[in-house]
């Protein structure tokens, strides 16, 4: 599975971002899929993510009710959408896609097998 994750930009606090991560290969509906991000010297963190037919879904606590992870396996591609957005959520956003994984996994990078290159979210105050 290749993953290549857009959307990342500049945006002002309180404003709207939707980043999307298209997927190749066949076998994309056995993935559980995830967004992450990793600000400057800190671990990388889960933000949100799926199951295979998008029926568990994670949240960090930092993100709950701002931000919303969606699939569509027929498109191959997972969508998250970035609302009330703050100065703190500034970080390379990586999507990332975990075979099968159970819900206790998901918010554990470890248990990821594949990784986009990333995609830079700046949100300015």
């Known amino acids: 599975v290749q993953l290549q994750a857009s959307g990342g930009g500049l945006v002002q606090a309180g404003g709207s971002l939707r980043l999307s991560c298209a997927a190749s290969?066949?076998?994309?509906?056995?993935?559980?899929l995830g967004w992450f991000r990793q600000a400057p010297g800190k671990e990388r963190e889960c933000v949100a993510a799926?199951?295979?037919?998008?029926?568990?879904?994670y949240y960090a606590d930092t993100v709950k009710g701002r931000f919303t992870i969606s699939r569509d396996n027929a498109k191959n591609t997972v969508w998250l959408q970035m609302n009330s957005l703050k100065p703190e959520d500034t970080a390379v956003y990586y999507c990332?896609?975990?075979?099968?994984?159970?819900?206790?996994?998901?918010?554990?990078?470890?248990?990821?097998?594949?990784w986009g290159q990333g995609t830079l979210v700046t949100v300015s105050s």
């Open positions: 799926i199951r295979l037919r998008g029926n568990n879904l």
């Open positions: 290969g066949r076998t994309f509906g056995s993935y559980a």
């Open positions: 990332a896609a975990g075979f099968n994984l159970i819900i206790s996994s998901l918010s554990n990078p470890v248990h990821y097998d594949y």
